[in-house]
């Protein structure tokens, strides 16, 4: 911290924390050149005095100002951020009363800019509040990761001028509000109903080139609450805001004692729409003053579309309370109607080295039990050639997908990255979206060998023309491992920077014996962009394709874990649809080799030797004349060796010459007649 900055808490009015209390900096006291950190009593930087003056502060400039002639210039050209990383502490860490805070801002066009408020005293344990002033002209906020609701605030913005921000927080009541040049732009409850500071830090996000901005005339205020005797208010309504039409969830209410008596029992009453009003009591509490505490209420449910949703404090401590302004919130809540036969697939970049990765576990799991008729999550393990369940191809495709910034990631539906925590709301804004194609899975396995033979069939629904490709993933569920390499790093151990579904009270690492993988990708079929040139570019509603892949389970991996996830990809890349199943449910679906009725494929082709040193070979059985291609594919997907045979049939044997090939595994496919069959080859000299 600052060392002059003590000299300004000291000399607050009464110099106690429920003083009113005032700041304002328009920059003018400063040298162009200066060092803000280093030479102001107030400013400071992320890492405290540490900071001052080297490469977290930031400079006085009088290239640009909207009073005056200075302003505070943030720049930065990485795509990781900073260096710089300035923080305003407030006199405190509020969390009742009025706060009132403003500061115009400055975006140079093209650019971006980013600010965060943080919620407690000591910088990055909670951040409460983040703005984006993203270089497609569009101001978003949400409250930081793990903050469960994901962003709540888009709106356009005009680069290349002066922008007031303000943000009021009834912090008693837990009421914000966003203002942009003195138009309210949000109003939202926050999950993280504190404030402690102001953290500029110079970042961007895509599509921004880089991110520049000037800061001026900065302000803010605390107006402190005045307490009453018996006095309860209802911080916080968590029902989630979309589920499932016709379907129940269950809710909590956060509940701060802001009067002067302790609080031993609440009624309160849940309400949506016109429905009757249904009452929750509890006894027997004991909430002192100032103290808060979250109550579980009864589950709803969701009727189609949306609806208010109305709790009220109908009586504290068996009456009515001082104030009955404050007891009440009301809600929109919807319940969403899936689009039929749709399935979302979400593929998350993680690793066992990611100490952040807990995060897209905990999301990941939440997502499957909560959406498991319609969510296919895929944990695809990279990062580090190390990685014990790494795919390299599935790992090459996954991080160099545009935008890609860093693990834990999710690409949903191979539209957009997100943050695990932003699952459920991608999940909602995708499933109701239409799917041209009906998928679903079939499949033979033979548990004595391990063999696998799986058909994605395809029925279209809509008339479609491009680039359309299938493919399949195979993923595990409960995978453990016995060797370090399945230690799984982890930043939330002991608490300090949040709750996160239990790992926060696990050591760091937590050993291989503590930890069982979900959602873990063993196998993707057709590289990570699908089978190109399989399906005709022209595909007209009414008709049925299928793809046949093969491949052989490792006894490592248990089969009533697997789950197979069939897929089509639309012509820009991103999932159309999707299907997942248990190898029981595709087995009981049967193989499909033709539009009427499923039935048996054609035999499954064997490769021998496998692994192979100089030469090995693809035998096959054809009951009747086909016409035969066979290629080999590395792991990147890429075809390394290709060759038609023309029409063949009987027992047929189609030689591979391996003594020129690296060591390795690849990938042999085999088209006969538009049915495709894939399975490993493993060279090893």
């Avoid at 003083?19 to 102001?40: C, K, R």
């Avoid at 943080?118 to 949400?142: E, L, V």
């Avoid at 589950?299 to 302004?325: C, E, F, M, R």
Wanted: proline share 5%.
């Amino acid at each position: 911290m600052n060392k002059k900055l003590l000299f300004f808490f000291f000399s607050l009015s009464f110099g106690f924390a429920m003083a009113q209390e005032t700041f304002s900096d328009d920059m003018e006291s400063y040298n162009a050149g200066d060092l803000v950190g280093q030479s102001s009593p107030k400013w400071t930087c992320w890492s405290g005095a540490a900071g001052e003056g080297g490469q977290e502060d930031a400079s006085i400039t009088d290239e640009n100002a909207k009073s005056g002639t200075k302003s505070l210039k943030l720049e930065s050209f990485s795509a990781t951020g900073g260096p710089t990383d300035v923080l305003l502490p407030f006199a405190q860490e509020y969390n009742i009363g009025t706060f009132n805070f403003e500061m115009h801002i400055f975006v140079v066009p093209d650019q971006g800019a980013y600010f965060n408020f943080q919620g407690k005293a000591t910088a990055g344990q909670i951040w409460c509040f983040q703005g984006y002033f993203d270089g497609d002209s569009k101001f978003r906020a949400d409250m930081g990761a793990g903050a469960g609701g994901g962003q709540f605030l888009e709106t356009d913005y005009t680069p290349g001028e002066w922008l007031k921000f303000n943000l009021k927080a009834d912090l008693t009541n837990n009421l914000w509000e966003v203002f942009l040049n003195d138009v309210s732009v949000s109003k939202f409850s926050n999950i993280n109903n504190s404030i402690a500071s102001l953290n500029l830090y110079p970042t961007f996000r895509a599509p921004a080139n880089g991110c520049t901005f000037y800061i001026d005339d900065v302000s803010y205020s605390y107006v402190p609450y005045t307490r009453t005797n018996l006095e309860a208010t209802l911080l916080n309504s968590n029902y989630k805001p979309r589920f499932l039409a016709g379907e129940s969830s269950g809710g909590s209410v956060l509940i701060r004692n802001i009067g002067l008596s302790p609080i031993t029992s609440l009624e309160l009453t849940t309400k949506v729409g016109n429905g009757t009003p249904e009452t929750n009591t509890f006894s027997n509490l004991n909430i002192a003053p100032l103290a808060s505490t979250t109550l579980n209420l009864a589950k709803i449910v969701y009727a189609p579309g949306a609806n208010d949703l109305d709790v009220t404090i109908s009586k504290v401590n068996g009456q009515n309370d001082d104030d009955q302004a404050n007891n009440t919130k009301i809600s929109s809540i919807t319940g969403v109607v899936p689009a039929q036969h749709k399935v979302v697939v979400a593929e998350e970049a993680t690793g066992t080295w990611c100490q952040w990765c807990p995060r897209g576990a905990v999301f990941m799991d939440s997502m499957d039990r909560t959406y498991h008729k319609y969510f296919a999550g895929i944990a695809v393990h990279g990062g580090s050639a190390t990685e014990p369940m790494r795919i390299p191809v599935y790992d090459a495709g996954l991080t160099s997908f545009p935008g890609f910034q860093g693990f834990p990631s999710v690409i949903f539906d191979r539209g957009i990255i997100i943050d695990p925590s932003d699952l459920e709301t991608s999940f909602y804004d995708n499933i109701v979206v239409e799917t041209p194609v009906i998928l679903t899975n079939g499949a033979t396995w033979n548990p004595t060998t391990g063999d696998l033979v799986v058909s994605v069939k395809a029925d279209f629904i809509k008339d479609l023309s491009g680039d359309y490709r299938f493919n399949m993933v195979l993923v595990e569920n409960g995978v453990k491992g016995n060797t370090s390499a399945y230690n799984q790093s982890n930043a939330y151990s002991g608490g300090a920077n949040g709750k996160m579904g239990g790992y926060e009270i696990l050591p760091n690492p937590v050993p291989a014996s503590r930890m069982t993988y979900n959602h873990v990708a063993r196998i993707i079929m057709d590289g990570f962009d699908g089978l190109s040139g399989y399906l005709p570019n022209v595909l007209s509603s009414g008709t049925t394709h299928y793809i046949t892949y093969t491949t052989n389970l490792p006894i490592a991996w248990k089969e009533a874990n697997i789950e197979i996830i069939g897929m089509v990809y639309g012509p820009a890349g991103e999932v159309v649809n999707a299907t997942k199943t248990s190898i029981a449910e595709a087995v009981a679906n049967g193989l499909f080799v033709s539009t009427e009725n499923p039935t048996e494929a054609l035999s499954p082709m064997k490769i021998t030797p496998n692994p192979a040193a100089e030469n090995s070979q693809v035998e096959l059985e054809l009951s009747t004349p086909s016409q035969v291609r066979l290629e080999i594919l590395d792991l990147t997907g890429k075809v390394i060796q290709s060759r038609n045979y023309g029409q063949l049939e009987g027992s047929v044997v189609l030689p591979i010459q391996t003594l020129g090939m690296n060591n390795g595994v690849y990938t042999i496919r085999v088209n006969l007649d538009g049915e495709a069959q894939t399975k490993k080859l493993v060279v090893s000299h």
